[in-house]
């Protein structure tokens, strides 16, 4: 940790602050009750307002109106959850306990801002919660006003300066409590410090930056102290790439040469050799790919990861977006095979260039997560005219649910009345994408 905070020392760009307001007060304990109960009940899978009627449940989001805050017993909250008639007796111990929580949080904090998120307060708002949530609680208390890091992508990009290729702990804690200490330190807000480490990677405010799930640290500002930057620079076995699953590291070069022999292709510059190696392969069988390879398994991946970067096209800050298969092929390298479902928006501006794009959710099967104001302040922020949505059916079928639909018409209502209308809502498969626009059902 000491060396952590040398680093920040080092690194910190004095008078270069980002400014930031926080809001000038808490919402009510109603809207922070209202708030979080949307978070617990998604994350736990309970029934919401959308799968239950906004009519039953109403009982539910009002329950700090009747009960005492200081004072309430466990058989009186079950009472008051089994009156509403919708959750069964698993779920209503999963509501009382998580209750409890959130009134024991409320009564020691007295709902003070400071209070609320110091480290002990935080680790009883993640009890309440399933721990792969615990980014959502604070991004959640970030939407409130709170002085909490809330961002996992300047999470990432200092794990791999400081650690290298060492996995990313999942976990906020110690990002938390590493961006405290920082901040008490300087006597800046924390939100600042956390701010500082996504500017020095070229994350700005809110947008992805170059350090995404296979960094791009070409284009980033601090690859030269970058630890995993300075592992990246030793070029990587193919075979010891292989068997670790992990192709980051290995050049395209690599990759053609390790196919090239299998193939008996003449020799060719790079470019060719790619080409032709592509062209050879186009519209083969898997058993055609067999009967050529006495390692085929090995060497269909090799291609894989070959077509995979050869496929990419992706839309650079600036570019026109046209239509739906403009962001199909952005993205569809990136989501086909994903094993879980993430939701992004994509900003553009007034002549529909790209600006940028947001992850707003990842592995909730709940779409009914997906709210407006997440979408809409990454646009509102960014100060772009237009957005559009999409997501990935890990499936592989890209047909949407009804769920998407609703959710989509509430996006849609919501730019209408923001002015920034959304233009497309995508749904990504594993060879095909379903666009609402192209549909006609935006
Ligand atoms: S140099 Fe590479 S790994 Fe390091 S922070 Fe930048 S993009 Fe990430």
Known sequence: MNSDLHLFDQLF?????????????????QELFADWLDLFLRAWELPTHTAAR?????????????????????????????????????????LTDGLQVFLKIVRSSELQPIRLCTLEMLELWWQALPEAFAWDQLKLMRSWG???????????????????????????????????QVALKRGCQI???????????????????????????????????CRWAQ?????????????????????????????????????ESGQTKEGSLLRRVEGWSVQQWQQ??????????LLLELCRRHGEERLQPGETFHNSGDLFRHFRHRLRL???????????????????????????????????????A???????????????????????????????????????????PLLDHLVIGEERYVSFADEGWL
């Open 292 to 301: 050529q390879s006495e390692n085929a398994f090995r060497e269909t991946q």
């Open 13 to 29: 760009e004095e008078g270069n602050e980002a400014s930031f307001r926080l809001a000038p007060s808490l919402p009510s304990l």
């Open 378 to 420: 990454q646009a509102v922020e960014q100060r772009a005219a237009a957005l559009v949505c999409l997501h990935n059916h890990p499936s592989g079928d890209p047909q949407p649910s009804s769920e998407d639909h609703k959710v989509t018409q509430r996006l849609k209502e919501s730019g209408q009345l923001l002015g920034i």
């Open 191 to 225: 939100i600042k410090v956390e701010e500082q480490v996504a500017r020095w990677a070229g994350v700005h405010l809110r947008q992805e930056g170059p350090c995404q799930t296979s960094p791009n640290c070409a284009t980033c500002r601090i690859r030269g102290h």
């Open 54 to 94: 906004w009519e039953e449940l109403r009982g539910l989001y009002s329950l700090t109106e009747r009960i005492s805050l200081q004072y309430c017993r466990s058989d009186q909250l079950e009472r008051e959850l089994w009156q509403l008639g919708v959750f069964d007796e698993r779920e209503v111990k999963q």
């Open 146 to 180: 709170l002085d909490v890091a809330w961002r996992k992508e300047a999470w990432r990009v200092w794990w791999r300066f400081q650690q290298g290729k060492q996995t990313v702990p999942e976990h906020p804690r110690q990002w938390v409590s590493l961006c405290q």
């Open 231 to 267: 592992e990246e620079t030793v070029p990587r076995d193919v075979e010891l790439a292989w068997q670790a699953q992990d192709f980051q590291g290995v050049s395209t070069q690599q990759l053609i040469e390790a196919l090239i022999p299998t193939l008996n292709l003449p020799e």
């Open 338 to 376: 994903l094993k879980q479902e993430v939701f992004l928006v994509v900003l553009l501006d007034n002549k529909h260039r790209y600006l940028g794009e947001q992850l707003i959710t990842q592995g909730l099967l709940n779409r009914s997560l997906v709210h407006p104001r997440e979408v809409f």
